[in-house]
């Protein structure tokens, strides 16, 4: 096969599935509550209609339309407040699950929103032909797509993708019918060779129903929907640039020049965007993992007082740690988001954050798991007040609140025991996880603290670029902490240890050591034979005399397998 009919097999690699479930919250409501069956739905989050069924849409009522405007249009209109995000972040999990079923490259977009790359089942498929080995039901004998399909398929592309592309069609159709199944809740799809045009596609023919793309209709799908605001990816302010160049169509987008279009909008944009207006699109499936961060936010018109302030902080931040106790993971940082009310733009306001380490006695400590509220709302309001003047007037229209930079407990991968046997490559380290002190310190981030305190006691000693050896005192603790607002680029788990500082060693170790009023005489817990059996520097590192300071000296044990590895 020469390069030229290489290059053309490998044109539309991948198979692409993006699942949309039909109005989620609604949804989730109405099975919650069966007595709304049949009935127009709205859910509303402070005065908006989020969303609503597909019954209520047949009045007009839209996506964040006013209570009362969805009211006049439907006053039969059934409202359920959703404010509390729990079921459907539950409900949303769930589907999660089953998507994972048919592949791990499952990347989530928001809790109803999902893309999955099958190219490597549909693979499966061609070779082999038996359904057993992938456990579905698909027929290869019945070659025609299912669900609907967008712009001319007779045109065959040389690459195959119009084959793969069908089948799948069908394992699309079945992802469908196994969530419903398990869940009782539809879904809608689009089936792509790209993450672009399969979130378009699938938008085509809703509820229930999926929609296929063959690669040669691209260009005339992207043509269809118009605005450039439509393109996935383009928000508000690229929106506006765009028009404010007199481009405000998919159409016009094409027409501009690159180089003419990178002078206005700058290169990596210029060319993102002129890919995606021929429906050209390179990103892959981002497997989802655990969130980064977790967060909270309270809109609403106007908050002017300290007071409410602090009230309305206090509801997110105990919802927010009941999250946190939910996910598992230890937050290392907390970000505080303020929009402040623009009077030249009611509509709209800049959003400001600011985010500082969370020190560990706030944390809730592996007995109690309980956080400490009212020292975690102290420092929420301390970061508040480094965004916000107080002494002068203040109009909010958004309080929000977010645990980021996750790390595990000191028990699993990131504990330190797991450290020394990845860096150090010894397969028998000394039980270090059984010594107290020493199990409770985690690498996953250089934030982490050898104190395991629920009673608000002194911070860590353990140095780092963001945290600082304090003393008693939490509040300059906190102060600190506040001191540095943004966390410092990571460093290697190596380089966060070997700069650390550490605590005095436990008495077992101290008792390997000789005592500073007799340099040359063992501990009696010694057996001089075990030590003459060590290597030299160990003998070095073991009879040194005890240092005086708390600062330990450079040569350690550590250091030696590190150079002897």
């Known amino acids: 096969m020469d390069s030229v009919d290489f290059d053309t097999i490998i044109r539309h690699p991948r198979t692409i599935i993006h699942i949309d479930v039909d109005c989620f919250y609604a949804q989730v409501e109405m099975l919650r509550h069966p007595e709304f069956d049949g009935k127009p739905l709205g859910v509303q989050q402070k005065n908006l209609v989020v969303t609503s069924n597909y019954l209520a849409r047949e009045y007009g009522i839209k996506k964040c339309m006013s209570v009362q405007e969805a009211l006049k249009l439907c006053p039969e209109l059934t409202l359920v407040n959703g404010e509390d995000l729990t079921n459907y972040r539950h409900f949303s999990d769930k589907i999660l699950e089953v998507l994972h079923q048919f592949t791990p490259l499952v990347e989530r977009l928001g809790?109803?929103?999902?893309?999955?790359?099958?190219?490597?089942?549909?693979?499966?498929?061609?070779?082999?032909?038996?359904?057993?080995?992938?456990?579905?039901?698909?027929?290869?004998?019945?070659?025609?797509?299912?669900?609907?399909?967008?712009?001319?398929?007779?045109?065959?592309?040389?690459?195959?993708?119009?084959?793969?592309?069908?089948?799948?069609?069908?394992?699309?159709?079945?992802?469908?019918?196994k969530v419903y199944k398990e869940l009782q809740v539809t879904c809608s799809a689009g089936i792509a060779h790209n993450k672009l045009l399969a979130k378009l596609v699938g938008s085509l023919h809703k509820p229930n129903q999926q929609t296929l793309i063959f690669p040669c209709s691209g260009p005339m799908l992207l043509s269809s929907i118009g605005s450039v605001s439509k393109i996935p990816g383009v928000g508000q302010k690229t929106t506006q640039l765009l028009m404010s160049n007199n481009i405000k169509t998919v159409d016009d987008l094409r027409k501009t020049p690159l180089e003419t279009l990178e002078g206005k909008i700058g290169l990596d944009l210029a060319r993102k965007l002129k890919d995606n207006a021929e429906g050209v699109d390179e990103t892959v499936v981002k497997p989802t993992g655990k969130k980064q961060s977790i967060g909270l936010e309270d809109g609403f018109k106007s908050v002017s007082l300290v007071a409410e302030v602090e009230s309305r902080l206090g509801v997110l931040l105990r919802r927010l740690t009941e999250l946190a106790m939910e996910d598992g993971r230890i937050p290392v940082a907390m970000r505080l988001t303020v929009r402040k009310h623009d009077f030249n733009k009611p509509s709209s306001g800049k959003r400001e954050t600011r985010q500082c380490a969370l020190p560990k006695h706030l944390l809730p400590s592996s007995k109690s798991g309980i956080y400490d509220h009212a020292k975690m709302l102290a420092l929420a309001m301390k970061l508040f007040h480094r965004t916000v003047d107080v002494s002068k007037p203040f109009h909010l229209t958004l309080l929000g609140v977010a645990f980021t930079k996750f790390e595990e407990r000191s028990s699993g991968k990131n504990s330190i025991t797991s450290f020394l046997r990845k860096q150090v490559a010894v397969q028998s380290v000394l039980d270090i996880s059984s010594e107290e002190g020493v199990s409770d310190i985690s690498l996953g981030s250089p934030m982490s603290t050898n104190q395991d305190s629920n009673d608000g006691s002194a911070m860590s000693t353990t140095s780092s670029p963001i945290s600082k050896p304090v003393g008693a005192n939490n509040q300059s603790a906190d102060d600190d902490i506040l001191n540095e607002i943004e966390p410092l680029p990571k460093k290697t788990r190596l380089e966060v240890w070997l700069s650390g500082r550490r605590e005095s060693p436990s008495n077992e170790m101290a008792d390997l050591r000789l005592s500073p009023s007799s340099p040359m005489q063992l501990s009696p817990k010694i057996d001089a034979a075990v030590l003459k059996s060590l290597p030299i520097d160990i003998q070095r590192e073991v009879t040194r005399p005890w240092p005086t300071t708390s600062k330990p000296k450079p040569n350690n044990i550590l250091k030696y397998f590190i150079a002897n590895k």
């Open 111 to 177: 809790f109803d929103d999902n893309f999955l790359d099958v190219t490597s089942i549909v693979q499966k498929y061609m070779n082999s032909g038996n359904e057993s080995e992938i456990n579905m039901n698909i027929s290869m004998e019945d070659e025609a797509p299912v669900g609907e399909v967008f712009g001319p398929a007779d045109e065959e592309c040389p690459c195959g993708c119009h084959t793969r592309l069908i089948i799948a069609s069908k394992i699309a159709a079945e992802i469908r019918q």
